[in-house]
Structures are given as C-alpha cells and as structure tokens.
C-alpha cells in the first residue's frame, strides 16, 4: 500500500475550501518551527505560546493572500516574526525589567536566551558546573548586549531550525545581509567573552 505524500499546497488548498482539518496538519507540521521563532523573538516560554497562537490565527485569516511565491513555511514564518515583534514591542518595559542586572549571587534568567541554554551546560563536577554557569551567564550577558538586529539573526540561527533564507524572509533583508550579522554577533560575541578572560572560547 503506498502512501500519498500531502504537501503544504495541497494542505492550503483544502483548508481555503473549508477543511479545518488541513489547517489543523499545517499547524502540526509547522508547530515547533513558529514556537522557535516566537521564543527567539520573545525570550518567553508563556509570550511564545500566545504570540504562536496569534500567528497560527493570522494566517488562517490571510490564507486567501498565500500565492506560492515562498514555501507556506517561510510564509507562516514570517507571519510569525511580525507578531512576535509586536508583542516584545507591547512588551518592551516588561523585557527592559526582566533583562535587568541581578545584584551579584543572585540568579540570572534566561530571557531571551532559550536557543543557547545548551551552550557550557553541562559539568561532571561542582568546580566545572560552576565555571560553565558562569561562561553561560558572560555569554548571554553579551547577547543582550547586541543590537537588537545582531541579536534576532544570532539566536534565529542559532536555533537550528532556519536556514538563511527563512531567517531573511522573517526579517525582511537579503539572505547576504543575515549571514553578515549572525557571523558579526558571533565575532562580537567572541571579543567580549575573551575581554572577559574566556580565552578558551572558540
């Protein structure tokens, strides 16, 4: 028995007729990609999930606008960065709070920062875990530091879920300008943390 491959543009044409169905597999299929791109945005499990949901609902309202020219994945995506961006804009006293500098010993949360929580997690002892929360904590200290347009290509690359074109598509700039600013946040990053005294990050 073989099995028919349903693609995204089959999925569209059945939910602009009316199949809820169909929108329901284009958001399972696409779910983790849009929640990604809010959490880059937002920094926020709970905004992520919200700025999701909105996403999700503006493009079943604007399914009739999709005319193929990107895949429906870039389209959702970018869908998503603006909605995303107009709630961290909503949002912007709350984010400047949370970013806020801890007094020392205090523990520092990680706004913003979900795609790199993985960076310098992990120590099999209570000297190595140390050292590596605090390389994590210098790293997402300079993160923040970034403009906000080094910053969004940084963690939307870092995420793993994009390649350049999709990342271009949600910030609306060429492919050649987001390989620029990932690799120059990547630089700037770099120089701070050795500033630092993290000679040893590559």
């Avoid at 791109?37 to 493009?59: I, K, P, V, Y």
């Avoid at 997690?121 to 210098?138: C, F, I, K, S, Y």
């Avoid at 970034?146 to 910030?171: F, V």
């Amino acid at each position: 028995m073989s099995t028919v491959c349903v693609t995204d543009a089959d999925l569209v044409v059945r939910a602009r007729q009316g199949d809820p169905a169909a929108f329901g597999e284009l958001i399972d299929r696409h779910r983790s990609a849009v929640y990604r791109a809010a959490l880059a945005a937002l920094g926020s499990h709970a905004d992520a999930e919200d700025a999701a949901q909105d996403a999700f609902l503006a493009a079943y309202r604007r399914l009739d606008s999709f005319r193929g020219d990107a895949s429906f994945k870039t389209w959702l995506l970018t869908i998503t960065w603006h909605q995303a961006i107009n709630r961290r804009r909503s949002l912007t006293r709350m984010w400047r709070r949370m970013v806020e500098p801890k007094p020392a010993g205090e523990h520092v949360e990680n706004v913003g920062l979900s795609p790199l929580e993985q960076v310098a997690a992990v120590g099999p002892t209570p000297e190595q875990a140390a050292a590596n929360d605090q390389l994590r904590r210098g790293i997402q200290h300079t993160i923040r530091a970034l403009s906000p347009k080094l910053r969004d290509a940084l963690l939307l690359a870092q995420s793993g879920e994009y390649n350049y074109e999709e990342i271009g598509a949600m910030l609306d700039v060429p492919t050649g300008t987001i390989k620029w600013r990932v690799s120059e946040a990547r630089k700037m990053i770099k120089k701070q943390l050795r500033e630092r005294g993290y000679g040893d990050v590559a």
